[in-house]
Structures are given as structure tokens and as C-alpha cells.
């Protein structure tokens, strides 16, 4: 293992100056991540001709100190607009909104804060521990895995909407249909695209997800009016804000949580083209359903703010497993970071550890003192930043509509992205108005296409018997067991209560 | 709203006056479309060559990434410029060319591109598992059962190889498709949850330096590798027509001098260190063709695709 170059990439950084990038890319982050529709993709997109003239390894600190803070400052803006910052932020939503409702973001971005940190902290020593053996994970995990791992995935969404079954599966529905725009991945045909050949790379993430989120949510502030702390809830509380340092404290003292967010996206964020936004609600649908009192969340249960934040910065390190095994990308920002070596004049390939160990193990660092230096500077910033919660939001809504639909607009510079997030932020207000869940139309979206893609390749590789290839899998025994387990659980815990309850009322 | 008027045929007159004082390439940014997002293959062949071209130019050259659409939306965007040599492309060769062969609406007609420059050309090569007991072309053809191919999609220049050119050796495949990249296909191989597969020989290399991968054929009219069979060996060199290029081209008729111009100074960046230097670094085969050769060639695939038509065209 390359302790030494770890050890070096460390001195060089604190040493050559080399700070000073990582200081800009974390800046840059929290603020790419604050911006609903910016996100790391976005950043590192447009930093990579930037990085062009650097030394890699100064490219790989600013490219770390962005992929690290962004989840932290998506989850700023997740807590206090109810609108994520970046697509992963999304299940951070559901409780860290109502607590900022409840005039206790502080408490939210407290716990926000540090669980990012230890989630990326746990990701890392993961990714540390793995590296010995990622060959033989990654190699474990073929399409029949990927396949069963979306299952598992839209398994626990429709379990997740609590007595709202239907609505959920139909927002779930529209957002699998929505994934099969564009061309079959397979076949190469063209489908459901209406002769618009802006479709033919089917619906696009970030415009559904900033349309949904952003522009959906500015729609019900707009006219619903006031500020986003409810008048005279804790009014007395708020012109002393605080809540920060127990926040922080409630990490610690919730640590099954935090373990279990952190594992959820070190797993999921190493499965290419699942990434941080289904491991962050994998994240929070398994701690709501192993908990003891699910009711509570949605209402504002610190433990729905730290499971997903854990487990959307955990997720890097598990996207690096097989990009230091084999070279290839676990995440669109590994993608991206992947781009910046060939543009220095490298190949990534399975020799990457070999060859490109400085600049691995640079980003590694980079992305630990990322993580832990974007939560130090959100703290610092947090007493100005809960200010917002109490601004009239008139004053809110068209500063983040302007930003964010330009944010749509700078990727890839097409008016359509933009008309895109205006319609879907239409749809987005229409679902809040209806009591539908967003953001399991969003999971199956981003579901949907891996699921249909490997899919047809375990039908291929098997030829056609589906079932007993995958059954001679260990890997995917197991996942179709956590498949039936997840569907099991709710109605099993349903008949207990039931019991339980004619328990209590026959004597 | 007269102001504007008259600001706007200031703006016409300058327009119109341009070339008449300024030479080739002194007025303007010099445009290099890129039709996919940043960090593709694409993307980091103009990247390296826009220092070494300004050079040799003496004007700045600004690429930009136009992507969407497999490719074509870039191209669209080339093909609808002023052929004034100020905006240039990478095209996507043969993927545009099988796109035109099998009649799929690119958006705009290939044959019209002017063709600047071919900068490099990679061949093809079937590698299988380290230990597999498969060691040749004859061997993987007699397993009794179509052979499982990797790629990552149905109109990928490779899947389009590989189909046309077991159809050559009259050997059954079923291509499995829909792999995020390249390397995600070989690691398939590794898997084994297909055979084979048939990739440029530069994205080979490394999985067979890493003793992942090994070769057991080469496409190409002449032992390319040592102790490898290439395609001339079992008496099919026409399948070393089975390439993939980069090739710049620009707006449709755009003046012989400017072509001249661009042609030559992508020759001299072809030649200069740093470009030398990414190639060695990268495995990427560089092969400067000049304007006319380009377009000979160009027309050469248009031809040698079309005859496959049947085969390709969506079933």
C-alpha cells in the first residue's frame, strides 16, 4: 500500500502551497453546492480547461476540495428553502426543512455539518481498507448485481411513502416512464422523443431535478408568502440562534445512524450510475424503516438529516473503489476527475495505482481535508446563514429562480435545459399542491435506465434464463433476499402494531 | 430602434468588408467545436492540439464543447458556420459516415464537410481472459455457440466492427451491449460474462500490460503484434478497413488558401513535442493525412460502409 505517497500527498499539500487550490475548490464547492442546479458535476465540468496548465496533482486538490464540500452546501440550502442544493441533498429535505420550520436549522446544519464530515472520514478509510482488494469487488459486481440493486432501490421507495402507497407508486411510475425517453441503450432505437431530437439523451437529471426541487418549491414559497420559519414558532429562540453545537453533539450520540448512512453510500457510491442521490435516499428509507419510531420522521427527526448527509459524502470514497481497481468511474465526478488525468496526458486503466498513485492518493487527501474543512467554514458561516429562514421570501424566490436557471443554462449552454426545468417545476408545484412525492419520480428516473440496461445484459449473458443466473450469484442471492426483506418488513411491522394494539384494547 | 438599425449595418458593412483587408487568420478566434462534453477522447485531442495550432497559426484558438445528440448537434453547428475558417470541428469518424450509410437524419449532409485534416487513426484488435483456452479467431468460432461480445452501445464504432466483421468470417455473435465506457466492457471480458471483445488496440494495451486481457487477433493487413494473428494471416486483410479517426473538417466550401492554411499548421502540430509527448503517453497512434487525402479517404468509407447497409440498419 502507498503510505509513503499518502503520507507525501499530505506534506505537499500543507507544504507547496498547494492549500491555497484546495481552499478555492472548497470555496467554490460550498458555493456550486448552495446554488440549486450547480452541483460538483457542474464545477468540475467547468474547471477541467482550467486545470489544463496546472500540475496534476495541484488539478487533483481543486478538483477534491470541490467533490468534497458540494454535498455540505447542497444540504444548506436542502434545510432551509426545502430545496436541495444538489440532486443528493433531495432526502435531506424531509426532515431538515420542517426542523428549519420549527426554528431549529441550527440544529439541522449542526448535524449536517458533521455528519458530511465523518461520512466522508468513514467513506475514505473505507476506500483505504478496500484498495487491497477492489479488483475482487468490483469484479463481483456485475449487471446481474446492478440490476438487483435497482430493484432493491425501487423497492424501497415505494415502501418509503408512508400511507400514501398510491401516490407514491404513481409518482414512481411517471418517473421509471420519463427514464425510458430517448435511445434504447441496447437496441439504439429512438423512443417516446415526439421528433424533438433534444430527446434523444432521454430526460436529463439535473433540469428534472432543479425544475422539481428548485423551481417547484419557489412556486409554493411564492405564494404561499411570509418567511420560511413560521411567525412565533420559538421567535424568542431565533434572535439568539443557536443549536449548532447540539447538532454537531447529536451525531455522535445517533452513531448507528451515522454508520449505517456512511455504509449505505460507500456501497452504493461505488455502483457506477447510482450515485449519491439513491444512495442518500437508500441512506434514509433504511433508517426510517429500522426505526424503532418511524412516525416521526418527516416532522423533523435529526436522524433524517444525518443518515442522508452521512452517507452522500461517504459516497466518494466508495466511487473511487473502482476507479483505483480498474481506472473506470464510480460517479459522475470520478468521471470527471478521471477526464482531468487524460488531459494531463495520462491513461487510466487498470495500471492506475501503479502509475498514478500520487495523484490518487492526492485527491484522497484533498477529499479528506475537504470534507471536514467545508463543515468547519458552514459552521463558521451558519449564524448569517440561518438568517434566511426569517427574510420574506419575496425577496428569496426570484434570486434563487434567476440562479438557478441560468445554473441549468451553464452546463451545456441549451435553452432547452432551461424550458425543460421551467415545465418540470410546474409539474414539481402541481405534486406539492397533490400531496405527490417528488423525489420518488426523480429516484426512478435515475433508477430506470441502469434497471432496463442490465436488465437486457442479464438476459443476453444468460441466454434468457434470467433467474438461474442469478441465483448461482452469491452476491445477487443476497440482494434478492434484502429485496424480499424490504417488502416484508412494513406489512410485518403493520401486523405487530395490529396485534399489538388488540393486545391493548381486548383485556 | 433607428439607432439599432444603423448600429446593425455598421456591423453587415464591417462584415462584408472583412476579408477584403484581413488575411487568414488575423481577424477573428479561431472556434474548434468539440461535439461531446469535456474529458472525452474528443475533448482531449483538440485540447492538446490548441496550444501546438496557435502556434503554428499565430491566433488564438478558443475549443468548445458542443455536445448532444451522438455527435451530431457539433457537427449541425460546423456545418451552419461561415466557412471563413474561423470555425472548425472534430468529427465523429465512422460514426457520422455508418450514421449516413444506414440513413439515420444526422441533420446535415456529411459529403458537404470540407475536409481539413485526418490527425489520427487507431486500429482494432479481439482480446479475450488472460487464462482462457481460446487462443485464436478459429478457436472462439468453434465453441459451438454465438460468441458474447462487449460494448457500450448499437452505433458504437466498435459494435459496428465487430458485426460487419464476424459476418466477414461467417461466425454468429450476439454482441452484448450498453456498457458505460469502453474499459467497463473489457472488465465484462474479466467477469466472464462474455468471451471477447474487439476494441481499438490503444484501449487494449493496458489491460493486457496489466495481465488482465490477452490478444488473439488484430485487425490489421500486417503482423501488428508479435505472436499475434492479424486479419491478413487468415486471409481477410480487408479488415483492416475497420478503423477509428479523428478527423477536423469545417463549413462546406470554404476557400482553398484557408484549408491550405488550418491543413498545414495541424501538420506542424502533429509534429511538435507536446502533442508528440500526449500521444506516446496516451497510446494514441497519430496519422497526419493533409486536406486532399482526408477527403479521398472520407469518401473510401462512405463507400466501403455503404455496402453493409443491410447489415446495420436498425432492425
Redesign the interface.
Given at each position: 500500500m502507498g503510505f509513503e505517497t499518502l503520507f507525501s500527498a499530505v506534506v505537499e499539500l500543507f507544504v507547496g502551497g498547494s492549500i491555497l487550490y484546495l481552499l478555492a475548490g472548497v470555496m467554490l464547492g460550498l458555493c456550486f453546492g448552495v446554488i440549486p442546479g450547480l452541483g460538483g458535476t457542474t464545477a468540475l465540468?467547468l474547471l477541467?480547461?482550467v486545470t489544463?496548465g496546472m500540475d496534476s496533482l495541484d488539478a487533483m486538490y481543486l478538483a477534491g476540495g470541490v467533490m468534497g464540500a458540494t454535498s455540505f452546501g447542497g444540504s444548506i440550502t436542502a434545510i432551509l428553502l426545502n430545496t436541495p442544493g444538489t440532486a443528493p441533498n433531495a432526502a435531506t429535505c424531509f426532515d431538515g426543512y420542517p426542523l428549519a420550520q420549527q426554528g431549529k436549522a441550527g440544529l439541522a446544519i449542526g448535524a449536517s455539518a458533521a455528519a458530511s464530515a465523518l461520512g466522508g472520514l468513514i467513506g475514505l478509510f473505507t476506500l483505504l481498507a478496500f484498495i487491497p482488494i477492489a479488483k475482487q469487488v468490483?469484479?463481483t459486481f456485475?449487471?446481474a448485481e446492478f440490476f438487483l440493486l435497482t430493484i432493491l432501490g425501487l423497492a424501497a421507495i415505494a415502501v418509503s411513502v408512508r400511507g400514501k402507497l398510491l401516490r407514491g407508486l404513481i409518482a414512481g411510475g411517471v418517473g421509471l416512464i420519463f427514464a425510458f425517453v430517448g435511445?434504447d441503450?441496447?437496441?439504439?432505437?429512438i423512443r417516446f422523443t415526439a421528433d424533438v431530437?433534444?430527446l434523444?439523451?432521454g430526460i436529463p437529471l439535473v433540469p428534472t431535478l432543479t425544475g422539481m426541487f428548485a423551481i417547484g418549491q419557489m412556486m409554493e414559497l411564492a405564494l404561499k408568502g411570509g418567511s420560511v420559519a413560521k411567525e412565533g414558532v420559538g421567535s424568542a429562540a431565533l434572535t439568539k440562534i443557536s443549536g449548532v453545537g447540539a447538532g454537531v453533539w447529536s451525531v455522535f450520540v445517533n452513531w448507528p445512524t451515522l454508520l449505517r448512512g456512511s455504509v449505505i453510500g460507500t456501497v452504493i457510491g461505488a455502483i457506477?450510475?447510482l450515485g449519491g442521490t439513491v444512495a442518500s435516499f437508500l441512506a434514509y428509507s433504511s433508517t426510517v424503516q429500522t426505526d424503532r419510531d418511524p412516525d416521526s420522521f418527516g416532522k423533523g427527526n435529526i436522524k433524517g438529516v444525518i443518515a442522508p448527509e452521512s452517507a452522500n459524502n461517504a459516497k466518494d470514497g466508495g466511487a473511487l473503489i473502482p476507479t483505483v481497481a480498474?481506472?473506470?468511474?464510480g460517479s459522475a465526478e470520478t468521471?470527471?476527475f478521471?477526464?482531468?488525468l487524460?488531459?494531463h496526458?495520462?491513461?487510466p486503466?487498470?495500471?492506475i495505482l501503479l502509475y498514478n498513485e500520487r495523484e490518487i492518493y492526492g485527491l484522497i487527501v484533498a477529499l479528506t481535508a475537504s470534507a471536514v474543512g467545508a463543515s468547519l467554514i458552514g459552521l463558521m458561516l451558519s449564524r448569517w446563514l440561518l438568517l434566511i429562514t426569517r427574510i420574506d421570501v419575496g425577496f428569496i424566490v426570484p434570486v434563487v429562480v434567476a440562479i438557478s436557471l441560468t445554473g441549468v443554462y451553464v452546463l451545456?449552454?441549451?435553452m432547452a435545459d432551461v424550458l425543460l426545468t421551467v415545465v418540470m417545476g410546474l409539474l414539481g408545484y402541481l405534486m406539492i399542491r397533490f400531496d405527490y412525492p417528488r423525489l420518488t419520480l426523480v429516484i426512478a428516473l435515475v433508477l430506470g435506465e441502469t434497471a432496463e440496461?442490465?436488465f437486457?445484459?442479464v438476459q443476453?449473458?444468460s441466454d434468457g434464463q434470467a433467474l438461474n443466473f442469478m441465483l448461482a450469484r452469491p452476491v445477487s442471492v443476497l440482494l434478492l433476499i434484502a429485496i424480499v426483506v424490504t417488502f416484508l418488513l412494513p406489512i410485518g411491522r403493520k401486523a405487530l402494531t395490529t396485534r399489538r394494539n388488540r393486545a391493548v384494547s381486548q383485556p | 430602434m433607428t439607432r439599432y438599425l444603423k448600429l446593425s449595418a455598421v456591423a453587415v458593412a464591417a462584415l462584408a468588408a472583412g476579408p477584403a483587408w484581413a488575411e487568414f487568420p488575423n481577424d477573428d478566434n479561431i472556434t474548434f467545436v468539440i461535439p461531446y462534453?469535456?474529458?472525452?477522447g474528443f475533448?482531449?485531442i483538440v485540447?492538446?492540439y490548441a496550444p501546438a495550432l496557435e502556434e503554428a497559426l499565430g491566433a488564438t484558438v478558443v475549443?468548445e464543447n458542443?455536445?448532444?445528440?451522438?455527435g451530431?448537434?457539433g457537427g449541425q453547428a460546423v456545418y451552419r458556420a461561415n466557412p471563413d475558417g474561423y470555425t472548425i470541428g472534430i468529427f465523429n469518424i465512422p460514426g457520422l459516415t455508418v450514421s449516413e450509410a444506414t440513413e439515420r437524419d444526422i441533420?446535415f449532409p456529411l459529403g458537404e464537410i470540407t475536409w481539413i485534416a485526418n490527425l489520427a487513426e487507431e486500429q482494432y484488435a479481439i482480446a479475450v481472459k488472460t487464462d482462457s483456452p481460446i487462443q485464436s479467431v478459429a478457436d472462439l468460432c468453434a465453441t459451438g455457440q454465438p460468441i458474447?461480445l462487449s460494448d457500450t452501445?448499437?452505433?458504437s464504432t466498435s459494435s459496428i466492427t465487430a458485426v460487419i466483421s464476424f459476418d466477414i468470417l461467417d461466425c454468429p455473435i450476439?454482441n452484448?451491449?450498453?456498457?458505460?465506457?469502453s474499459?467497463?466492457t473489457m472488465?465484462?471480458v474479466?467477469?466472464g460474462?462474455?468471451d471477447a471483445t474487439l476494441k481499438p488496440i490503444g484501449s487494449l494495451a493496458?489491460?493486457v500490460?496489466?495481465g488482465?486481457l490477452r490478444y488473439i487477433f488484430t485487425l490489421t493487413d500486417s503482423t501488428a503484434i508479435e505472436g499475434v494473428e492479424s486479419a491478413a494471416d487468415i486471409g481477410h486483410p480487408e479488415l483492416a478497413k475497420f478503423t477509428i479517426n479523428r478527423v477536423v473538417g469545417g463549413p462546406p466550401n470554404m476557400p482553398a488558401d484557408v484549408v491550405t492554411a488550418l491543413s498545414d499548421a495541424l501538420k506542424v502540430a502533429t509534429e511538435s513535442a507536446p502533442v508528440q509527448?500526449?500521444a506516446s503517453?496516451?497510446?494514441t497512434s497519430l496519422s497526419y493525412l493533409p486536406a486532399d487525402a482526408t477527403t479521398a479517404k472520407m469518401g473510401d468509407l462512405s463507400t466501403f460502409y455503404a455496402q453493409y447497409k443491410g447489415l446495420l440498419a436498425?432492425?
Open positions: 465540468a477541467i480547461p489544463y468490483v469484479l456485475g449487471p435511445s441503450l441496447i437496441s439504439g432505437d431530437d433534444y434523444w439523451d457506477p450510475g480498474f481506472g473506470i468511474p468521471a470527471l478521471l477526464a482531468i487524460v488531459l496526458g495520462m491513461d486503466g487498470p495500471s451545456d449552454g441549451r440496461r442490465s437486457h445484459q443476453m449473458i | 462534453g469535456p474529458g472525452g475533448d482531449t485540447r492538446t475549443p458542443i455536445p448532444g445528440a451522438s451530431t448537434r441533420g458474447k452501445g448499437v452505433d450476439v452484448v451491449t450498453g456498457y458505460g465506457g474499459n467497463d472488465i465484462a474479466m467477469r460474462e462474455v493496458k489491460y500490460e496489466s488482465d509527448e500526449w503517453g496516451t497510446g436498425p432492425k
